[in-house]
């Protein structure tokens, strides 16, 4: 006999749609500070415990929200900064899916304070499996702060599938670590049960943020690139690559960002790494921040629901900018032999 088909009641479709954004608590983390990016933040504090599996909390003070909105923002395809399909090739915030928050509440526990620029009051929302079970006002101060608990307690065959506190942690420290290199006038910090893992000065100087995020030693050894073309597709490359002997064992530490924007972007991380030739062994990679800047269209940051990986429309001309900016400065610090041959 064949099975009968059925419609997914709304509470299922949501969880289901919610695992295409919330994956484990570092996507967690990424919505909730893309947001406060997006509201015009100067300060965002990140505090998690057991690598975010037992509690996640961002807070800023950016614009905040008045009852309304915050009402508005735990819905479903609501936001404030897409209004329809034409303004996606221009979008210059984070966010425009208005799905995060909504997704984080239909599958831990939600607690929103915020209170607006100049606004009179403050209020708190609370959601809990998708619905606002608690809405009134607090005394808070300006800018928002998200405290998300209790993630995947309805949905076990996800919390069981998060690895240790440390390898969770590990993701979290990623994703706050490139958007406070992406963000250097930001002063962004990070907490992790209880220990200040770092905290950016949010002075406009990359050089600085480089320095808390990954130390006194790395950020010696960084030199910076910079590059711009008057025509073409890629405008201009500009950041900083480490002494080639200062590398790791793994890519993560290549943040890459388009328009100022944090991305993953494997081109450009691969450019980097060619751009060093021999001086880098197999397996090894450089320390480096570099933000490349296109003229709208020339990137798709819709692909993926994650915003993982962006597209490039011209990615050959984007390689070799940037391997040709990185290269230049390595060359120009005296950290190269040669430049290397092109194939
Ligand atoms: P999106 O970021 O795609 O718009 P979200 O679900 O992440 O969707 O947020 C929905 C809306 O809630 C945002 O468009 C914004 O108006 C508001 N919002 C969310 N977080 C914040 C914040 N930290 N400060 C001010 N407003 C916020
Ligand atoms: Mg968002």
Redo the contacts with the bound molecule.
Sequence with gaps: MAPEIRELDAETRDRIAAGEVVERPASVVK??V???L??D?SRVDVTVEAGGKDRIVVA?D????SET?ARA?VKEH?????RDVSDLDTIG??????????AIGSVARLRLR?KPRDGTRGTELVVEGGDVVDCGPVGCPE??T?EVTALFENVPARRKYLKTDTTEFDHVQQVVAGYALAAPDVAVRLDHDGRETFATPGDGDRQSAVLEVYGREVAASMVSVEQSWDDGPVAGVAGLVSHPETNRAGRDYMTTLVNGRYVTASAVREAIVEAYGRQLAADRYPFAVIDIDLPPGGVDVNVHPRKLEVLFSDEKTVRERVENAVESALLDAGLLRSRAPRG
């Design positions: 919505e909730l893309e947001n406060a997006d509201a933040a800023d950016g614009v905040g929200m909105d923002a609501t936001t404030s900064k897409l915030t984070l966010g425009f899916r208005g799905e995060a928050l909504h915020t800018g928002t998200v």
